[in-house]
């Protein structure tokens, strides 16, 4: 079984598949400790950028609670990592995604067979009849959302309800790309394990791991070199089309204000209908270009109602992407409407 991701063309296993972590040696230290404790915190936000892991070390810690429930047994004290045997019961049946003491909140797809954007409130609600009066009986209940960014208003209320008063033996791993972005209850009632890009080396490992290719191919140094920390970027980038697209799509922008309508053009021929890889390497290469203006340019107070627009330029770009895809719209008024924004921003 692989993953089902709209935004990447490389099949590679889901992270309930995967029994490997690369880094993050913090991020799964500080979750086994708490472990260990028998005083684990019922809700942890595993922050960071996309693709670096975060729901990896998610089913790793699932795996390793429901494979050895009892915290203070010598199986647990004596762990210096999360690793399981993935011949153990749990890790199999987490692998098979049949685990009666794990529940995976995410994105499904709608009666028409289209990924759906958000997660619903009637999915969310899950976790009521999930975590109810018998868990204290047969033990932990694990609730992975992933990603708690993708909730609808309504769900992330509902979700809310229940982590304001856990139920005994419940623990719930929270995968956010933007935590700044959440509500602040739910921050608020989280202990937040933020997670950092991966070094290019881990990346490698961890994308020749994922498709089964030898850690010395070029082509996958180069993805990894321009993946800025994370895995999913890298398997994305692995298509050497999706590469030089970014690539040009940078050097557009660094021309800026500048636009020559004829590279927009060219650049918009190379953004295929239907095609949400292209679309998605496009976005990412226009957002990144503007978080570092925003990181360069921020440390000055006088720039700052400039960076207020910019942000706000950000906004109306992502609304219009979500819309391009959402719709299946064609890509290069997309383009063409990016640019405009950025030079008028940047003049």
Known sequence: MTRAKADTEIAVPHPRETGVLFGHQEAEAALLNAYKSGRIPHAWLLGGAAGIGKATLAYRMARFVLTHRDPLGPAVQLADSLGVDPNEPAARHIAANSHGSLLTLERTANDKGVLRTVITVDETRQTISFFGSTA??????????????????????????????PPQQSLFLLVSHAPARLLPTIMSRC????????????????????????????????????????????????????????????????????????????????????????????????????????????????????????????????????????????????VFSVFSLLAEETR
């Not at 204290?136 to 992330?156: F, Q, Y």
Request: aromatic share 2%; net charge negative.
């Open 136 to 165: 204290a009986v047969e033990g932990w209940r694990v609730c992975i959302v992933d990603t708690v960014d993708e909730l609808n208003p309504n769900a992330a209320n509902a979700l809310l309800k229940i982590i304001e008063e």
């Open 191 to 334: 202990r937040k394990l933020p997670m950092r890009p991966l070094a290019t080396d881990d990346v490698i490992r961890a994308a020749a791991h994922a498709i089964s290719r030898e850690v010395d191919d070029p082509a996958l140094a180069e993805a990894a070199a321009a993946s800025e920390g994370s895995v999913a970027r890298a398997l994305t980038l692995l298509g050497g089309e999706v590469l030089k697209l970014q690539q040009r799509t940078a050097a557009m922008l660094a021309n800026l204000p500048k636009v020559d309508p004829r590279e927009l053009h060219a650049l918009g021929d190379l953004l295929p209908l239907s095609d949400r890889v292209t679309l998605a390497a496009f976005v990412d290469s226009v957002e990144r270009w503007i978080s570092q203006r925003l990181r360069t340019d921020g440390a000055s107070n006088a720039n700052l109602p400039r960076l207020a627009r910019l942000a706000e330029v950000w906004e109306k770009i992502a609304r219009a992407a979500r819309d391009t895809q959402d719709y299946n719209l064609e890509r290069k008024p997309l």
